[in-house]
């Protein structure tokens, strides 16, 4: 990857639990890219971490930073049965949020283009890039066509916040509308409105298993109960899913 950017830590964060986290996620992309190149050579992976860890401190990041990307592996990990390569849903893991700027909306696109430059410059086979650049793609709308079981894991993944307890529901809202900060607050109260009733309206809202049966109603309380916060009162704490 040629593209340089200064890692520091995610805003709001201790710099301690930053690095600590950072080293993991180095060591977790390591096992990653030298799995998805299938037993190919490929240049040093450590660069291509620093680069994309890097992206994920960026100043502009409240919610999207490296403890969203740590998480979303996490729920990777639970989910990991269900993929039919969970090397490829990791990788789009690490690249789905990877250009990231509020303001625009062709963050997906971009992140997508990056993966494919990144990963075949490192060394993974030509399929298993466009399987990891379609997956980053489908984030922008999270809505895995049937049998997409790749796919079904990412999206669960990534939107698996929306089923946080109290205080990690909270969280995440609080920090979508810092983002968001450049926004008059009318207009994000409708934009995150219809963003709540877009997710309520949908059939499912996760679709392996283990996520209509841990996340769902959780989820779904989560929203209502957001959605109806900020049609009473008049204020909101958080435009996007994740």
């Known amino acids: 990857m040629t593209d340089h950017h200064s890692p520091h830590p995610p805003h709001g964060s201790d710099s301690s639990d930053s690095y600590a986290t950072e080293a993991g996620l180095r060591d977790r992309w390591h096992e990653t890219l030298v799995a998805a190149r299938a037993g190919a050579e490929g240049p040093d992976p450590l660069p291509y971490a620093e680069n994309l860890l890097a992206r994920w401190a960026e100043p502009q990041r409240r ?6 990307l740590s998480t979303v592996l996490d729920r990777i990990d639970t989910l990991a049965g269900h993929a039919d390569d ?3 849903v990791r990788l789009a893991a690490w690249f789905h949020d990877a250009v990231y700027r509020p303001d625009r909306s062709e963050n997906e696109e971009r ?20 399987e ?24 669960d993944a990534d939107l698996a916040i929306l089923a946080g307890g109290p205080q990690e529901y909270g969280a995440y809202a609080a920090q979508v509308r810092e983002e968001y900060g450049f926004v008059p607050d009318e207009a994000f109260r409708a934009g995150r409105a219809a963003v709540l ?32 916060l900020l049609t009473s009162s008049g204020t ?7």
């Not at 997508?112 to 890039?129: C, D, F, N, S, T």
């Not at 309206?201 to 109806?228: I, K, Q, S």
Request: glycine share 8%; hydrophobic share 40%.
């Open 236 to 242: 909101g704490t958080g435009t996007g899913t994740g």
């Open 197 to 228: 009733r877009q997710l309520l309206d949908l059939p499912r809202l996760f679709r392996t298993p283990y996520g209509a049966a841990e996340w769902e109603a959780r989820a779904r309380h989560n929203l209502a109960t957001e959605l109806e």
């Open 132 to 155: 990891v650049a379609r997956l980053v793609r489908l984030t922008v709308t999270h809505d895995p066509a049937d049998g997409d079981r790749n796919g079904e894991v990412l999206c």
């Open 63 to 68: 919610y999207h930073t490296t403890a969203h």
């Open 111 to 130: 992140s997508a283009a990056l993966a494919e430059r990144a990963l075949a410059e490192a060394g993974v086979p030509e399929a298993a890039v466009a």
């Open 86 to 88: 969970v090397h490829a």
